[in-house]
């Protein structure tokens, strides 16, 4: 089952925050989230693990709820290189299958 | 240190036709995933193997098989070509699989047009 996302596209100025959702209608065991910039390879971000736990190397926040089965990811201060497609994707049952969703278009213009 | 490199990074076949595409994956990591990710869409999981034994499929069809060598880098097989196999073929490395903790290095993927 793909983790749907929305929206589908939001445009910024630099300076200005946004939220990016992710939610499954299937639980949700950990959430993953990536960002790719036209012409490029995904770049991870973050781990969302059940329990509370996280794991990513950039200054971006997320929260993961477990019960709703839905998953955040907060841009603060957005700068010029966060202009990319974000993609979350979710584990399917526990397996190695991860599944992503449609994509999230950010632009931020100066 | 090199990142995950994969081979050819474009190529045009003909509908029929069969293609061989190559990942090597970052120095250590023995789990390597196949996604293809078309125009606008999020990358698709097609496989992921671990020590060289494969730990998980998508729903593609049998015409799409894979391999993991003892030295960690990988094949991908598409035989019988369709239009519709034309997308970015992404590889990906990590340092275990994928479940609950694998940070996931992806390629810079091979573009198959298919005429």
């Known amino acids: 089952q793909q983790p749907v996302q929305s929206p589908q596209a939001v445009i910024l100025r630099e300076g200005e925050d946004a939220v990016i959702n992710c939610s499954s209608s299937k639980a949700l065991y950990s959430v993953h989230w990536y960002r790719q910039k036209h012409g490029e390879a995904p770049v991870f971000l973050m781990i969302?693990?059940?329990?509370?736990e996280q794991k990513g190397h950039e200054k971006i926040s997320a929260s993961f709820n477990e019960k709703k089965q839905q998953s955040s990811l907060y841009l603060t201060a957005s700068q010029l290189s966060y202009s990319g497609t974000y993609f979350c994707g979710s584990l399917q049952g526990g397996s190695e299958k991860l599944v992503f969703g449609k994509g999230t278009k950010l632009t931020v213009n100066p | 240190d090199a990142g995950v490199t994969q081979s050819p990074t474009h190529l045009i076949k003909t509908r029929g036709q069969q293609v061989t595409l190559r990942c090597s994956p970052i120095?250590?990591?023995?789990?390597v995933s196949w996604y293809q990710q078309v125009l606008g869409q999020g990358p698709q999981f097609i496989f992921q193997?671990?020590?060289?034994?494969?730990?998980g499929r998508g729903n593609f069809p049998d015409r799409f098989s894979a391999r993991q060598f003892p030295n960690y880098s990988s094949e991908l097989n598409v035989n019988a070509l369709l239009l519709g196999d034309s997308a970015l073929y992404l590889c990906?490395?990590?340092?275990?699989?994928?479940?609950?903790?694998?940070?996931?290095?992806f390629g810079e993927g091979s573009r198959l047009t298919v005429l």
């Open positions: 969302l693990l059940k329990g509370g």
């Open positions: 193997y671990y020590e060289k034994e494969e730990r």
């Open positions: 120095s250590g990591h023995k789990s």
């Open positions: 990906a490395s990590s340092l275990v699989g994928t479940a609950n903790t694998g940070e996931l290095f």
